[in-house]
């Protein structure tokens, strides 16, 4: 499809910057995220990749399926692994960002996890893709990178600006399984709370799935209290993923 013959929308332009700040966007996640139908999502990944602007891959994270094939990004001949994925060529978010984020396709490993950092971004942000507002991982890195290039201590899944308090400013945090291994989790938990402070955050959001991770955190957030000689962490929240999301009716 030529440039000539290619007309974007506004809807997506807005979705490439989004997808660009995020890296990568699974499929099912397309239609929360311009607000319009499956159908409709797929068309408009489909004109985005045609145009030469996105991928789409199949990751298989294990999941039992059954795939349906896509009759847009499917070969008719190779057996269904797993669900769809979009993110943006190299250039495509070099152009959106700013900066070049280098080589980059998404990996199984990673995609339970930033499914659901990107479902909690819908549901507090919607679409909005000011960078002040919601500030990424992917330009977390690049803005708190030290001279050699690598960032400077531990980097939180996102930055959300509060709405009703706009000087604040909160790290968001995701956890989906328990991080195993002695002191773990309070070791990865007080790094994200010192990152916090080191950058004058008003502090971490946490959201966990399930109850029994959240009441790990909570152990975990009470010994780090016990620790620093204080009752409770006062810049500490925890919330339930799930419930955070279906409040906001994001899949």
């Known amino acids: 499809m030529s440039g000539k013959e290619f007309r974007q929308q506004p809807h997506e332009t807005r979705f490439l910057e989004f997808l660009s700040q995020e890296r990568a966007i699974a499929m099912a996640l397309v239609p929360t995220a311009i607000g319009r139908s499956i159908r409709a999502a797929r068309t408009m990944v489909h004109r985005l990749k045609q145009s030469g602007q996105v991928q789409v891959t199949r990751m298989d994270t294990g999941g039992p399926g059954p795939w349906r094939p896509s009759p847009y990004f499917d070969d008719p001949s190779e057996l269904l692994r797993g669900p769809l994925w979009v993110y943006p060529e190299r250039e495509t978010a070099c152009g959106y960002l700013d900066f070049d984020p280098g ?146 009716e994001v899949p």
């Open 103 to 248: 080589p980059w396709q998404p990996r199984p490993s990673m995609a339970d996890h930033m499914t659901a950092v990107t479902a909690v971004r819908l549901a507090l942000m919607g679409v909005e893709t000011d960078p002040e507002l919601w500030t990424s991982e992917r330009m977390l890195y690049r803005r708190l990178r030290g001279e050699n290039g690598q960032p400077i201590g531990h980097v939180h899944d996102a930055w959300f600006q509060d709405f009703t308090d706009p000087d604040k400013v909160w790290a968001v945090e995701v956890e989906l399984t328990r991080k195993r291994g002695r002191g773990r989790l309070p070791a990865a938990m007080s790094a994200a709370l010192d990152a916090a402070d080191r950058h004058e955050l008003a502090g971490v959001l946490y959201f966990v799935r399930g109850e029994s991770l959240r009441r790990a955190v909570e152990a975990a957030a009470a010994l780090i209290a016990n620790k620093r000689g204080i009752e409770r962490v006062p810049n500490l929240e925890i919330h339930d993923l799930d419930a955070t999301l279906a409040r906001k």
